[in-house]
DNA sequence: ATGAAAGCGCTAACAT
DNA sequence: ATGTTAGCGCTTTCAT
């Protein structure tokens, strides 16, 4: 791989007016423009951003943390969104896939350090000590980051969902309709926020009774089995919300065999995770909409306004409206109000 | 963010020897070597991998590139694949998602040679001239690539799940059990490798009809509406093949209006892209299995053996065995062979 | 066992 | 308008 060195020797020129040429700080005679140019075309030559990086002493590098066992449908969406906003800002985006448990230091926090990356994306919610302290170290040395989730950590920026609005809707609208025996699913990430959920539905519903099961592992066809026989056939369930719509079809695929239909004796709202998934929302399923992708852009842009300095880092928090499509797999079981 | 000069001086030695401490390169004094450590947790330090890179001339960073117009199931299990292998090899994956369509030159191989990446891991076959012509700069240069699809590019290696093979095999599967009007979707990726596995039908199954229709866009509800109204109620197909399976759901909602049940007026096999789902293989549907994961995997593992001689980088290739799950979502039309 | 110094590719301040 | 040069953080040879 060439060097400026080689390109500036091909065209009879200094480093530093090849230099310019790329960048275009200075004016350069046309002629000697054009020997750069064509040297650069003969050599493939691509500027080295290790050199410069060195020198401007930031990377234009971006990362984006994702525990690699929860790589599903929210993290890629919010990814598309992150590195779309990423590419846009002449920056790279690099992926940091990382088992987010354990107690040794992070080994993404390290990765982030060493590629002096300009600035941190989190997929997730920073749920755990271990995750918290590494943001501390974020802070310290004054790296802009960003994750999902109700808090923003001190120091950075988060992007929220309104997890805990949304799904006391959904509750709220079944409970409307007659539904006070609900399954509510959810995943490891927001188990504390549920029990928050349950509290105001409390409040909110005199008599609802929900039972909050959290999905673990990938045989979610055993796991949802066993809830449909113990808890719909067997017991009082009639409703389930908060299901991610990729599971959809493994329950779908399990109805036929107990005889349960929808909406008849089970209603169902299920979360797309991604507003701009390759498919359309799951026609004839009421559905929870979270915009996964508006999520990483907007986080995203967050950070370069971080960056940039037009915001102050500390503690920015933007809330996103999920949206919420009414459709068939919910049963009427008394007059709407 | 602190550099190995501080170090240096807090731990009142040479910068050598933080280098010697950090990479146990040479024998180190217990003392200094302690002291040493106590600075580097004192400044939070990590080596910067530019400097590093820029002398060793590696940049420990290898490039997933993606087409941000499909990062789907399959790519998404590639990506996973991938990046454990290249992190255990103590690289980082660095996600560059480009519209590969269009005919300037390719932003993705600017990036990936500024980068200057060890090597190169692409989503996709390399069907367009403008890529192909991208994969000689990088032969050029010496930069190791892989990519997914039938043929190894000049220079470069690749894995195929045998795209052709398996599609015949699920044809000839519904044909022996007396489907000869069948509906085959397929992606624009894999439309130049539809025509061959037709020819092959054609020749292995006399008088099948086959209907190729290629998926585009996210409308998946309407197109596949269209195809079920037209081919199946109206027309006299009875078997769809290769439908992705996180599109099934959106089949199967399509069916209860008009009608169509499974598999009494219809017969189904889907195409699982990853082996590692977050859910099961569909219950209850039969199933065609890609391991895009263990693709992603073996891809970036080939890229080591190459980047340590282990192995030529001219046309190495590697075919994947898909798993046939059958289950009972194919009607049994006459007698099994 | 340790330090001094060169040099990787680049940018920017300075000199012309 | 262009060239010279220092220096970004690191590894590595060469002395000691």
């Given at each position: 791989m060439a060097s400026i060195?080689?390109?500036?020797?091909?065209?009879?020129?200094?480093?530093?007016?090849v230099s310019r040429v790329m960048n275009g700080s200075a004016r350069v005679d046309d002629d000697k423009k054009a020997r750069v140019a064509e040297a650069m075309a003969f050599y493939d030559y691509a500027p080295s951003q290790f050199g410069r990086a060195l020198r401007r002493r930031k990377s234009a590098m971006v990362a984006l943390v994702v525990p690699s066992a929860s790589l599903g449908v929210f993290e890629l969406g919010f990814l598309r969104g992150a590195?779309?906003?990423v590419m846009e800002n002449g920056c790279s985006l690099v992926l940091i896939c990382d088992e987010v448990v354990g107690d040794e230091r992070p080994a993404f926090i390290s990765a982030a350090l060493e590629r002096r990356v300009d600035a941190?994306?989190?997929?997730?919610p920073p749920t755990t000590e271990r995750l918290i302290d590494s943001l501390k170290v974020l802070e310290r040395n004054g790296i802009p980051f960003c994750h999902v989730g109700r808090h923003a950590a001190e120091g950075g920026a988060s992007v929220y969902a309104k997890y805990e609005d949304y799904t006391l809707d959904n509750l709220v609208y079944l409970y409307e309709r007659g539904h006070d025996h609900i399954v509510l699913f959810h995943s490891a990430a927001h188990g504390e926020y549920v029990r928050r959920v349950l509290?105001?539905?409390?409040?909110?519903?005199?008599?609802?009774?929900?039972?909050?099961?959290?999905?673990?592992?990938?045989?979610?066809?055993?796991?949802?089995?066993?809830?449909?026989?113990k808890h719909v056939v067997d017991g009082p369930y009639r409703a389930m919300t908060n299901l991610d719509s990729e599971d959809l079809p493994v329950l779908l695929s399990l109805l036929p065999g107990r005889g349960i239909r929808v909406p008849d004796d089970l209603s169902i709202i299920v979360t797309e995770n991604s507003e701009d998934a390759h498919r359309d929302i799951y026609p004839g399923y009421t559905a929870r909409v979270v915009p996964s992708t508006a999520m990483?852009?907007?986080a995203a842009s967050m950070l370069f306004d971080m960056l940039n300095g037009k915001l102050e880092g500390d503690g920015y928090r933007r809330e996103f409206e999920t949206a919420f499509v009414p459709r068939c797999s919910v049963k009427m079981m008394k007059e709407e109000l």
């Amino acid at each position: 791989m060439a060097s400026i060195r080689e390109i500036a020797d091909r065209a009879g020129v200094s480093i530093s007016t090849v230099s310019r040429v790329m960048n275009g700080s200075a004016r350069v005679d046309d002629d000697k423009k054009a020997r750069v140019a064509e040297a650069m075309a003969f050599y493939d030559y691509a500027p080295s951003q290790f050199g410069r990086a060195l020198r401007r002493r930031k990377s234009a590098m971006v990362a984006l943390v994702v525990p690699s066992a929860s790589l599903g449908v929210f993290e890629l969406g919010f990814l598309r969104g992150a590195a779309s906003v990423v590419m846009e800002n002449g920056c790279s985006l690099v992926l940091i896939c990382d088992e987010v448990v354990g107690d040794e230091r992070p080994a993404f926090i390290s990765a982030a350090l060493e590629r002096r990356v300009d600035a941190l994306l989190f997929a997730l919610p920073p749920t755990t000590e271990r995750l918290i302290d590494s943001l501390k170290v974020l802070e310290r040395n004054g790296i802009p980051f960003c994750h999902v989730g109700r808090h923003a950590a001190e120091g950075g920026a988060s992007v929220y969902a309104k997890y805990e609005d949304y799904t006391l809707d959904n509750l709220v609208y079944l409970y409307e309709r007659g539904h006070d025996h609900i399954v509510l699913f959810h995943s490891a990430a927001h188990g504390e926020y549920v029990r928050r959920v349950l509290d105001q539905a409390q409040r909110t519903c005199p008599g609802i009774d929900v039972l909050a099961l959290e999905m673990k592992g990938r045989n979610i066809a055993d796991q949802l089995g066993q809830v449909l026989s113990k808890h719909v056939v067997d017991g009082p369930y009639r409703a389930m919300t908060n299901l991610d719509s990729e599971d959809l079809p493994v329950l779908l695929s399990l109805l036929p065999g107990r005889g349960i239909r929808v909406p008849d004796d089970l209603s169902i709202i299920v979360t797309e995770n991604s507003e701009d998934a390759h498919r359309d929302i799951y026609p004839g399923y009421t559905a929870r909409v979270v915009p996964s992708t508006a999520m990483g852009g907007h986080a995203a842009s967050m950070l370069f306004d971080m960056l940039n300095g037009k915001l102050e880092g500390d503690g920015y928090r933007r809330e996103f409206e999920t949206a919420f499509v009414p459709r068939c797999s919910v049963k009427m079981m008394k007059e709407e109000l």
